[in-house]
């Protein structure tokens, strides 16, 4: 405790924080279940976050904590993800509060599939350049994963084997000739997929029947407003 207290100070003195400030960042991550060794460690990308975001250094340490549960990341990448954090937000039209909600509602479903918090960071960083910010980028990017995670599955096959039906999803993705998985039946990039569905002039409908009404209209104006820069902006955080 002696040592994270020099810390502390030697942090505050490093820093625009006051000591008081920064024990509060101490406490948050005490409180996100940190040890001391940990707390030592992440006080001052907490703190260089918190000055570069403009935001307050509790708030800073919640989002942070939460946002690398959420993508299952340990606290030994804690500077991976706080670089991230920041590019995102210097990149994009959005801040560190609104990034953070949308990765609550996004991160879990994001890790599931694969995707790293750099992935993750830039789709909803570009998301938010085309208006699509805060828990509403979440949840759509969140419904998105739910819809593409139904294609190609044991029901569908044996409904259109047996029926000779198809669900409105799998006929839009067929006629635009886009694929959702590979041959080994992993998930594809979601960017990937929304170029392909663009260049195949996918529109609202086709949108719509692939991901579901909330997020396929949420997708498609991202796919109009903000797809372009999703790749540049990958690049800015790899």
């Known amino acids: 405790l002696d040592e994270l207290s020099v810390s502390m100070r030697n942090a505050a003195k490093a820093t625009r924080f006051t000591a008081t400030e920064t024990a509060k960042a101490g406490t948050f991550l005490a409180q996100a279940g940190l040890n001391v060794r940990e707390i030592n460690d992440a006080l001052r990308p907490t703190l260089d976050l918190a000055a ?8 800073t ?6 946002i690398m549960k959420g993508m299952g990341m340990t606290t030994d990448q804690l500077g991976r993800a706080t670089d991230v954090l920041a590019v995102t937000t210097a990149s994009s039209n959005t801040n560190l509060t609104e990034l953070a909600e949308a ?11 694969g995707m790293s918090i750099e992935e993750t960071s830039s789709l909803l960083g570009s998301m938010a350049n085309a208006g699509i910010k805060g828990s509403r980028a979440g949840i759509s990017l969140r419904a998105s994963f739910a819809a593409l995670s139904s294609t190609g599955s044991l029901t569908e096959t044996m409904l259109a084997n047996s029926t000779g039906q198809m669900t409105t ?5 067929r006629r635009l000739g886009v694929h959702t998985k590979t041959a080994e039946g992993d998930m594809r990039n979601l960017v990937t997929i929304l170029h392909e569905l663009k260049d195949a002039g996918g529109n609202e409908q086709d949108m719509i029947a692939i991901f579901g ?12 407003e903000g797809l372009e820069g999703a790749d540049a902006l990958k690049l800015k955080l790899d």
């Open 52 to 59: 570069a975001t403009k935001t307050s250094v509790e708030n």
């Open 61 to 66: 340490a919640d989002f942070m904590t939460n």
């Open 103 to 113: 990765m609550k509602e996004a991160a879990p479903s994001a890790r599931a599939f």
């Open 169 to 173: 999803q799998t006929k839009a993705l």
């Open 213 to 224: 009404r909330r997020a396929g209209s949420a997708l498609m104006q991202f796919m109009n």
